[in-house]
Structure formats: C-alpha cells, structure tokens
C-alpha cells in the first residue's frame, strides 16, 4: 500500500540528493576549470616574461650592435674629416712655399751662375725649335724661342715648378 501525504504535510523532495550531488559536482568541475584557468594563465605569464627577456636581451645585443656601428661610422668620418683639415693645411703650406719661392727666382737672374744656365737654357731651345729659333730673354727669368708655328721655353718659374712637382712631398711634412 502506498500511502500519499496528506493535504498541508510538505511533500518529501525526492530530487534533493539528486541536486545535492549535481551542485557539488558543478562547484568541483567550476573550481577545477578555474585551477586550469589559473595555470594556463601561469604558464602564459612564464612564457610571456621568457619571449619579453628574450626580446628584452636581443634588443640590447642589437642596439650594441647599431652603437658599435655608428660608433665606428662616427670615427672614421672624424679621420676622413681630420685627414682633409691636414692635408688643406699641409696644400696650402706647400703653396705658401712655392709662392715665396717664384717670388725669390728674379733674384736669381742677379747670381753669378745665372749666365751659365741662360746660354744652356738658350741652347736647349734652339735646338727643340731649331735654327730659325729666335730666343729671347724672359722679364721672370729664362728665356722663350719661337720658330715658325712652334714655341719653347725654359724659365726659372717651370723649373722652380717642376724641382717642388718632383720632390718628395711626404718628406715635407716628417720631422
């Protein structure tokens, strides 16, 4: 025989172990994908501050890199630069120089081997130009010849000029 409450007893409730058990296991599947979560997101910070120390140290290593280079760019632009200054400085000695020099050479024409090289000069030229050369003296020192479509010279300024072409100009500047 069944037997049914009666009208106003509470009705047991047959499903409340049911619930019980199904909220218990809710409550442990919920802590449990929270747990994973939460070591999921642990691993992806580790791995996130492992990439970023990675990125971090390569970053360094490179911009070494670019400072080494630019820092050897930036010394031999200054050696380019420095080479230029002394080599403008070391022209415009050796220019000085060769000015004083020519402006000495008419001086020359009053020294007593000045003849010498005058009647050698005058020989040289007459003989490239030949016999119809008429040689005449230079105002600077030396002498011009001209013949019939052709001319020569032998002065005191091309030799001054070619006597400083022909020295050793690096010894110019050696202690």
Not at 28 to 53: Q, S, V
Not at 72 to 88: C, D, G, N, S, W
């Amino acid at each position: 025989m069944t037997t049914h409450p009666a009208a106003g007893d509470p009705a047991p409730d047959l499903l409340a172990p049911v619930r019980a058990a199904l909220l218990t296991r809710a409550d442990a599947d919920a802590r449990a994908e929270l747990a994973a979560a939460d070591a999921e997101a642990g691993d992806l910070l580790a791995r996130a501050r492992t990439e970023a120390g990675a990125v971090r140290d390569a970053a360094r290593t490179e911009g070494r890199a670019d400072g080494a280079a630019l820092a050897a760019a930036e010394r031999a632009r200054a050696r380019r630069e420095a080479r230029a200054v002394v080599l403008a400085a070391q022209r415009e000695a050796y220019e000085n120089l060769l000015a004083r020099v020519r402006a000495a050479l008419p001086e020359l024409r009053a020294d007593p081997a000045y003849p010498a090289w005058r009647e050698r000069a005058v020989a040289r030229v007459g003989g490239v130009l030949g016999p119809d050369a008429v040689v005449a003296d230079i105002p600077t020192g030396g002498v011009v010849g001209h013949a019939p479509g052709r001319s020569a010279a032998a002065s005191l300024t091309d030799l001054a000029d070619r006597a400083a072409a022909a020295a050793d100009a690096d010894g110019l500047w050696t202690p």
